[in-house]
Each structure stands twice: as structure tokens, then as C-alpha cells.
């Protein structure tokens, strides 16, 4: 049976919303709302993420808010924990559209079981799946339905 992720984290609806900005040279930024234009697609490719990835936040674990040190004692940890493994990543601010609420993630380059078990391990809500050309919604600890992203496509 199926989860209410809103149970979990009353931002839950909001997620569709998010702007995701890549620390990367240039700086690239995804509205989540709309689908990925050919220009950021190819930004993304040339920083080395052309096929199927994650955004994974280590904040904010279960949807409750924890203290800026908390926050970034976790991301650091994430970060070094990545760097070890060997795995290609490049940090990303999730926005709200606003700019009001930002949760520093990182983009990692692996494969989707991978990507939720460790979300799983951070006790996250949910990650952003990139499946090589659009961004999805997948429940981590909750058992919800992919969302498609954009809501409107």
C-alpha cells in the first residue's frame, strides 16, 4: 500500500516546484516546473552528467528541520563519504521558486537502486531521478508513486 508522503514532510507538494541550481562552470539551472531546455541539457552533459542521475539532500532528515550545523555537518559528511567511493558528483542548490527555502544536495552519478538505498540511509523524504532527459520524483522512505516532472507533460 502506498504511503502519504505529506504524512512525511508537508513540503511534499511543493517539491514539483523546485529550482535546482548546479554548482558547476557555468552555473547550470533547471526550473522544475518546465521541461530541461537543450541548452541546460547540454551544460549538464559537458559537466559530465548527460545520462541518468540523482539529486540527494543529506538535510533535513524525515522532512523535520534541523539546525544550520546539523545540516552541515550532514552535507559534509555526504560530500566526503562520495568523494571516497569515487563517485562523480557536483553540489546543487534545491530551491523554492522564491529563493525563501534552499537545501544544499549534491547531483551523483549513479544507478537509481544506489541512489534511493543511500537517500534511504540519509532518511530521506525523496530524491530528484534525472532519467537522461527529465526529472522525476521518487519516494525514498515513503512508498509513493514516481512523479513525472513536469506535472503538465
Not at 5 to 26: A, G, K, M, N, V
Not at 121 to 144: T, Y
Amino acid at each position: 500500500m502506498r504511503s502519504n508522503p505529506d504524512e512525511h514532510d508537508p513540503d511534499w507538494p511543493r517539491y514539483p516546484e523546485t529550482i535546482l541550481r548546479f554548482s558547476t562552470q557555468p552555473v547550470v539551472e533547471i526550473d522544475l516546473r518546465e521541461l530541461p531546455s537543450a541548452d541546460a541539457l547540454s551544460m549538464l552533459e559537458a559537466a559530465g552528467f548527460s545520462g541518468p542521475f540523482a539529486v540527494i539532500t543529506a538535510f533535513d532528515p524525515h522532512g523535520r528541520d534541523l539546525s544550520r550545523a546539523e545540516n552541515e555537518q550532514r552535507k559534509r559528511a555526504l560530500n566526503r563519504r562520495l568523494a571516497v567511493e569515487g563517485c562523480c558528483f557536483v553540489e546543487v542548490d534545491a530551491c523554492s521558486p522564491d529563493g525563501a527555502h534552499c537545501e544544499c544536495s549534491v547531483a551523483a552519478i549513479m544507478n537509481q537502486q544506489q541512489a534511493l538505498a543511500l537517500a534511504r540511509e540519509l532518511e530521506q523524504v525523496a530524491i530528484f531521478w534525472f532519467d537522461g532527459s527529465r526529472f522525476w520524483i521518487l519516494g525514498a522512505i515513503v512508498d509513493a508513486d514516481p512523479v513525472r516532472l513536469p506535472r503538465n507533460f
